[in-house]
């Protein structure tokens, strides 16, 4: 009965997940259904953890009712569910680090931003619990907390581009890297509005916020080749970090075992490899844990890795690779 109570009292209603309730702008009829359906799984996970917060139990169910390709909602709406229990109820277990810790550690990055969810729900600071979470994965929670905000109110975000106060310093970047995802949903994956959209941004914010296109393009997905491709279009010189953001889509999906072919699609395209190619250049260019404050001794280990992914999309980059490939075809002397 208490458990139904919490789900009863804390439950998001189905329809405050419609493209009509939250005022986006969708274009495209498939597109709708399909991002209302993400909605939809998302607060199934959610509502699943509510009643039902034992980590193991809740990700047996989960990876039985929910099919493989869109299981990574799921658990971003469990993991928000069982962050949101810790903080009503701090005397008893930690939920959320045994899920992520154990069942559902296949999704883990996904888990991260569904804790930044719950962090955003309750109007926390993230300074403090930011320090209590994987010292690269843990910004994940941040980006969460940006996705949040935009989808839950974007007039504030996109058109008033507000900031919650405590986002200083590396934290308000971020934070636009998740209002950047929630710009696939908020424009119904457009590529044409999300270009309009970002261009109204500062332009020290407009890297941040295509790296958040780029993950949720990759990730969500939704769309064939030639959005993809207008996309790219779009993107222009912020290529690197669109790119960068399907790559990043790429490894969660691979550590998730849930690859989908519209994340396959968006790296041929994009990224010009395939999804394992995209997803082993991530695990590759990873920093190790131990190197969370490493350069300058002031830059993130979170931004270290973006950065190095980038820099395989650059222009620079990429006639370093023809060259090599065009000695590579030399004849030899």
């Known amino acids: 009965m208490f458990k139904q109570l919490r789900r009863r009292v804390m439950g998001i209603a189905p329809a405050e997940t419609t493209v009509a309730r939250r005022g986006f702008t969708v274009r495209d009829d498939g597109v709708r259904d399909y991002l209302e359906e993400i909605g939809r799984i998302f607060t199934q996970g959610y509502h699943t953890a509510l009643l039902d917060d034992d980590p193991d139990s809740l990700a047996a169910q989960l990876n039985a009712e929910i099919d493989n390709e869109y299981r990574g909602f799921a658990f971003e709406g469990a993991a928000m569910g069982l962050a949101m229990l810790d903080m009503l109820m701090p005397f008893s277990d930690d939920r959320i680090r045994r899920f992520v810790d154990g069942p559902g550690n296949d999704h883990y990055y996904m888990s991260h931003v569904g804790v930044g969810w719950a962090w955003a729900h309750m109007k926390r600071r993230v300074a403090g619990p930011l320090k209590r979470l994987d010292p690269i994965v843990g910004w994940l929670a941040v980006e969460g907390y940006g996705f949040h905000e935009t989808y839950f109110n974007w007039p504030s975000t996109l058109e008033r ?26 424009r119904g994956a457009d590529p044409e509005l999300i270009d309009a959209t970002i261009a109204t941004f500062p332009e020290a914010r407009r890297a941040d916020l295509w790296s958040g296109v780029g993950l949720s393009g990759g990730y969500a997905g939704g769309v064939d080749a030639s959005v993809i491709r207008d996309l790219d279009a779009v993107a222009g010189s912020y290529h690197p970090e669109l790119a960068q953001g399907m790559v990043f889509a790429a490894a969660t999906r691979q550590r998730a075992q849930n690859e989908a072919t519209h994340t396959e699609l968006a790296c041929q395209i994009v990224c010009g490899m395939s999804l394992t190619e995209a997803a082993d250049l991530a695990n590759r260019l990873k920093p190790p844990e131990s190197d969370n404050e490493i350069g300058n001794g002031t830059e993130p280990a979170w931004e270290t890795w973006r950065r190095r992914v980038q820099e395989q999309f650059t222009p620079e980059q990429s006639l370093q690779d023809q060259s090599i490939a065009e000695e590579a075809l030399a004849p030899c002397n």
């Open 161 to 186: 581009q507000a900031r919650p106060k405590h986002m200083a310093g590396y934290a308000a970047r971020v934070f636009d890297q998740g209002v950047g995802r929630c710009l696939w949903f908020v």
